[in-house]
């Protein structure tokens, strides 16, 4: 039970917000999330010590363009157009024109905002003709992070192993094509694609944290947003020489060291330029870790990722979309927090308005909820989130409310055992779990507690119906409603 704590600002000014997003980074990775962690994540550590910690944060999606679309717009992802998987380098833009975003709001209300590193939501590239690779880059790009809210971008277009490998700052590439690229690497390959004359694939990550930092020192004198999702530690691993052996695991843990790393040099140059005490700074993860990172080898080592959830990135297991969330916002937060409020990255955007006392219209935000007050230390008299929707890959759905959680798949949805269209014959269709006494997710109590079920599928049939799981006028879904039809034969 949370005890009431709140403290009063000492400054008059707007906090600072920034988001470091990782992508593909597990819970167990945070060695103050995992008590058996091999990775000393020295940064995350501290920010958790002057700060907040979750322990049952999920992102909305177990991939990551999914989770992206529903971190900027406080909207489940399966209401938009992307039903299942995830875009490419070359797609068109999912966030829908004239959606509020995290970063619209804000720059209405006087922020100034960036977008550094990877997008991964789509642009419009101008195209030479109807092959949507056959790209002009000599000309501008269209309906890019600029057109939803942020005053700068700087970063590539979708994940470090989809081309076309080009940086663009705002709406221009900044070198020519001037080489076709392709690898494969210990852990991890990158597609076949144009490559910038000015792109290095090692060096991207530096590069974006290196405009970060910058971008800080010109902004310091307004109030400012930064969203800053990584490109790591995303297949292909690529860790600097400088992390080259540091964790002692492999390679893709040198890569979470990294990222760590980045995490620090940001809050050392918020301190360097007076800006940290009244700085929200909030690092969580798009989904859970890739299996694709040597997990085998990591486990011999006595290190999981995953930690002691079942599954990876693309399940609708918890290894899937449980992920760490860390904050620190020393002017109100009371730092040392460890919070098991279930919350999910889709709240962000309410919870930002929250701090700064701004109404969302009824098609913003729809599945949106502030967690204002567990930041702030407050009793709570009732849970948060009447419940959680979580989706995968190939476009299951999960909900969770309280102790219980039902998949809607006889599977994982994913790419872990056992995969879609691969598991053995007579499962049942839904999986239903007791997390309080069942947090592996290995017993399977459907048809225990079939009015559970018929429960927790009725409400996630609700939410999809209202176009929204907050109070407010019912919204519509792109895409029609065909695709819940299997929902229906559950709900009697």
């Known amino acids: ?92 833009p999912l966030i829908e024109q004239g959606r509020m975003t995290v970063a619209s709001m804000l720059q209405e209300a006087g922020y100034r905002t960036a977008c550094i590193g990877k997008w991964h939501l789509g642009m419009e ?89 910058d971008w800080i020192d010109q902004a310091k004198d307004d109030p400012f947003f930064i969203y800053f999702p990584l490109p790591a530690p995303h297949t292909p691993v690529l860790p600097t020489e400088a992390f080259q052996g540091k964790s002692q695991t492999n390679a893709y843990g040198d890569f979470v060291l990294m990222v760590d790393d980045v995490v620090g040099q940001v809050v050392h140059k918020l301190e360097e330029c007076g800006l940290a005490d009244n700085t929200i700074v909030v690092f969580t993860s798009d989904n859970g870790c890739s299996p694709g990172v040597g997990i085998k080898g990591l486990a011999e080592l006595g290190h ?36 098991d409020e279930p919350v999910c990255l889709v709240d962000l955007m309410s919870t930002t308005a929250d701090v700064l006392k701004l109404s969302l219209p009824d098609d913003a935000g729809e599945d949106s909820v502030s967690n204002l007050p567990v930041w702030l230390d407050q009793e709570l008299k009732q849970p948060l989130r009447e419940a959680i929707v979580h989706h995968s890959i190939n476009g299951s759905f999960s909900i969770r409310k309280g102790k219980w959680k039902l998949e809607l798949c006889p599977d994982s949805g994913g790419w872990s055992y056992p995969m879609p269209g691969e ?70």
């Open 304 to 339: 999981h990722p995953s930690y002691v959830f079942r599954g990876y990135k693309a399940d609708i297991f918890e290894g899937g979309h449980r992920i760490p969330l860390i904050m620190q916002w020393p002017e109100q937060i009371r730092g040392g927090q460890v919070c």
């Open 125 to 213: 590239w101008s195209l030479n003709s109807d092959d949507i690779t056959d790209v002009d880059y000599t000309k501008p790009i269209t309906n890019g992070p600029t057109a939803y809210g942020f005053d700068y971008y700087y970063g590539i277009s979708a994940s470090l192993d989809m081309p076309p490998y080009v940086y663009i700052e705002n709406d221009r590439v900044t070198a020519m094509p001037n080489r076709i690229t392709k690898s494969e690497t210990e852990l991890g390959w990158w597609r076949e694609g144009p490559t910038g004359e000015d792109f290095i694939h090692e060096e991207v990550l530096p590069r974006c944290t290196e405009k970060v930092l």
């Open 423 to 492: 598991a053995p014959e007579g499962l049942p269709a839904v999986q239903l779990y007791d997390l309080s006494h069942d947090i592996g997710e290995q017993h399977n109590v459907c048809e225990v507690y079939p009015e559970i079920v018929q429960e927790l599928t009725k409400l996630l049939s609700s939410y999809v119906k209202n176009g929204r799981s907050t109070p407010g006028a019912p919204q519509p879904n792109a895409g029609g409603m065909e695709w819940v039809h299997s929902l229906e034969w559950l709900v009697k």
């Open 1 to 92: 039970m949370h005890t009431q704590h709140t403290q009063h600002s000492s400054s008059k000014r707007k906090p600072n917000i920034i988001y470091i997003l990782a992508d593909d980074m597990g819970y167990g990775d945070v060695s103050c999330l995992n008590e058996n962690s091999k990775l000393n994540t020295v940064h995350l550590d501290r920010l958790a010590s002057r700060g907040i910690a979750f322990t049952d944060a999920h992102s909305s999606s177990a991939v990551c363009t999914p989770s992206r679309y529903s971190i900027l717009t406080g909207r489940y992802n399966w209401r938009s157009e992307l039903k299942d998987g995830v875009l490419g380098g070359y797609s068109r």
